[in-house]
């Protein structure tokens, strides 16, 4: 399969992951998970294609961020969940620092309320400062990075969860627990 047609597959599999599995006939389970082959059926039927579990196994192999796991013969997004329903995660303690790279035109919204989940379940928080930078430039091609007292937060009571290797996840974070900083 090529490149460009793993990334379709990827973001395919996101869409229905994280947003609306109810347009793919998928029900998530409660940790966000469903059966493989049913991801499998759910998007060939809704796309009219021919992916195969070789497909998402190749989606799985890819370079980069990673998105996706599959245990026991079910397939999850790690993080970016926009469902109605709340996929339950087991709570972490995290790190002593976290960062979020933000744009320009919401740090003034940052400053006075903290960080918010917006559409998405939780606060997605990154362990490096180059891993916030990526996502940040997204929407900012020279983002505000933002240090998050991780562990005075948690001593504090937000609850933090794990995303990826490289991703954490929060409740809304108060801006008190947020410095600017410079890279």
């Keep these: 399969m090529k490149d460009y047609e793993l ?15 109810d347009e793919f ?10 059966e493989i082959g049913r991801l499998i059926e759910g998007i060939n039927r809704a796309t009219s294609s021919e992916y195969t579990l070789d497909s998402v196994i190749a989606v799985l192999r890819m370079p980069g961020k990673k998105r996706f796991f599959l245990k026991d013969g079910r397939i999850a997004a790690y993080y970016g969940h926009t469902t109605e329903r709340k996929v339950v995660r087991m709570e ?44 940040g430039r997204r929407r900012d091609g020279h983002p ?10 948690y001593e504090d009571g937000v609850r933090f969860y794990q995303g990826n290797e490289d991703i954490y996840l929060a409740d809304p974070i108060g801006a008190g627990y947020l410095t600017e900083v410079e890279y």
């Design 7 to 21: 990334v379709r597959l990827s973001k395919r599999m996101s869409y229905a992951l994280r947003h609306h599995p």
């Design 25 to 34: 006939g998928l029900e998530l389970s409660s940790d966000g998970s469903v």
């Design 92 to 135: 972490i303690a995290p790190p002593s620092v976290l960062y979020h790279a933000t744009s320009h035109k919401a740090i003034g919204c940052i400053r006075k309320e903290g960080l918010l989940p917006m559409r998405r379940q939780h606060v997605h928080l990154s362990a490096t400062k180059e891993t916030a930078l990526v996502a």
């Design 144 to 153: 505000v990075l933002l240090k998050v007292d991780a562990k005075r937060a």
